[in-house]
């Protein structure tokens, strides 16, 4: 199979150089964006094991507030609850920044959660049930919880298209493009030493012939002098 080579280069001294210079920067790419690749892969699995432990985490809330909220509907009524839920007002405030890693912005969530207690969650506590208290308590943390696992499930997916991109790009330089400029380089080096050879014997036979011209002149003039 033929070795494939840049198109279109000629083979000159000055192509030669751009070229080498061309493949010592897509040398040092290809290892700054590997180190890259390795980086961003052990963040991914770093973050990974996060996102496992916050996601078992908020199960456990969940479940632990569904099963206080149907303790709730069972002692109070289903209607009474939903009276009750109705009075609580909004105590979450997000706001969505950014931060970088490894040049990949991902999302950082400020969350500003008003904990409160029984007096403060803007429903009477004489008509309700201590389930429902304990409900409200396991939701407002479910909330939080929930918040910081999208922010870290978001992450995970930006670091993996990143990952991806990366890669692709690693294999284009260490499989297409490094030596293709690795054989470009070799293809113009030995078409260049073909034509100093090419030149060398051609300026041979040059001075093979003048030196024979010279010879016959000479021969000519002690035959013939003056």
Request: charged share 35%.
């Amino acid at each position: 199979m033929a070795e494939e080579i840049l198109e279109g280069i000629n083979p000159t001294r000055m192509e030669l150089l751009a070229l080498k210079k061309r493949e010592n920067l897509a040398v040092k790419g290809h290892s700054l964006l590997k180190e890259k690749r390795d980086a961003l892969i052990k963040e991914f699995f770093d973050i990974l094991d996060r996102v496992k432990g916050a996601r078992s985490d908020v199960e456990r809330i969940l479940k632990e507030a569904y099963e206080a909220l149907t303790l709730a509907q069972i002692e109070m009524g289903d209607l009474a609850v939903e009276k009750t839920a109705l009075s609580v007002k909004e105590s979450v405030d997000v706001k969505v920044t950014s931060r970088s890693i490894m040049g990949v912005p991902v999302p950082l969530c400020d969350t500003t959660f008003d904990s409160r207690d029984l007096v403060n969650r803007g429903y009477g506590f004489s008509d309700t049930s201590a389930q429902l208290d304990i409900a409200a308590e396991k939701f407002e943390q479910a909330v939080k919880m929930i918040i910081e696992l999208g922010e870290i499930e978001k992450t995970i997916y930006l670091l993996a298209e990143e990952i991806e991109s990366t890669k692709r790009r690693v294999n284009a330089l260490e499989h297409i493009m490094i030596p293709k400029l690795e054989n470009t380089v070799k293809s113009i080096d030995m078409r260049l030493q073909e034509m100093e050879r090419e030149n060398f014997v051609r300026l041979k036979m040059i001075r093979a012939t003048i030196e024979a011209n010279e010879a016959e002149e000479a021969a000519k003039k002690a035959d013939n002098p003056a």
